[in-house]
């Protein structure tokens, strides 16, 4: 059965039946959250880190950044 199968058989199903399966796909979306980062978003993220640590005056405070984004739409 494929999914445009499954797709036509669900709307014959009661509303007992439609909110079963809705909580068991629920389910299985919250066991496929893979929440925080990637290996190699971990990895950049870590390098960042180190660049900042080595030199922490190089960026710009958040205010200023905004500000400039506002000024440069």
Known sequence: MGKADIL???SD????D??????RLLQLEAADDQSGP?????QLLDEELDDYRANPDAGS??????ARLRRNP
Do not use: F, M, N
């Open 18 to 23: 439609r909110s079963e399966i809705l909580a």
């Open 13 to 16: 199903l009661s509303l007992a």
């Open 61 to 66: 405070p958040w205010k200023a950044v905004e």
């Open 38 to 42: 990637s290996a190699s978003e971990r």
């Open 8 to 10: 036509d058989a669900v």
